[in-house]
């Protein structure tokens, strides 16, 4: 059975940091690519980022660009968001997702998903 359990969500203050981390279990982790995405009250869940099963290809939400950075340990079974310089409208609950083949932006390609991480920012 596939699980993925994030971890690391907290209240930070503006211009702060926070790490989240996904653990796998249930998977040949080092054959999947992997993704974070975040879904604020109201709002569709959006692209955060995504890094390939290597971590040799990573991909960037314009928003988050230069602020978070996801990496990941294949001997650890686990993908991290870096995010630095939060800004309220980084609110929102994060989920990492997996799935077989390339890294991609897309939501709905990626085949499992953890049950997120809230994340809430304050001015």
């Known amino acids: 059975q596939v699980q993925l359990v994030e971890s690391g969500g907290a209240l930070a203050q503006a211009g702060g940091s926070l790490r989240l981390s996904c653990v796998a279990s249930?998977?040949?982790?080092?054959?999947?690519?992997m993704g974070w995405f975040r879904q604020a009250p109201g709002k569709e869940r959006e692209f955060v980022a995504a890094?390939?099963?290597?971590?040799?290809?990573?991909y960037s939400a314009d928003s988050t660009k230069g602020r978070f950075t996801i990496s990941r340990d294949n001997a650890k079974n686990a993908v991290y968001l870096e995010m630095k310089t939060l800004e309220p409208e980084d609110t929102a609950v994060y989920y990492c997702?997996?799935?077989?083949?390339?890294?991609?932006?897309?939501?709905?390609?990626?085949?499992?998903w953890g049950r997120g991480t809230q994340v809430t920012v304050s001015s």
């Open positions: 249930g998977v040949t982790f080092s054959s999947y690519a």
């Open positions: 890094i390939s099963w290597s971590g040799g290809t990573r």
């Open positions: 997702a997996a799935r077989r083949g390339v890294a991609t932006m897309t939501r709905d390609v990626y085949t499992y």
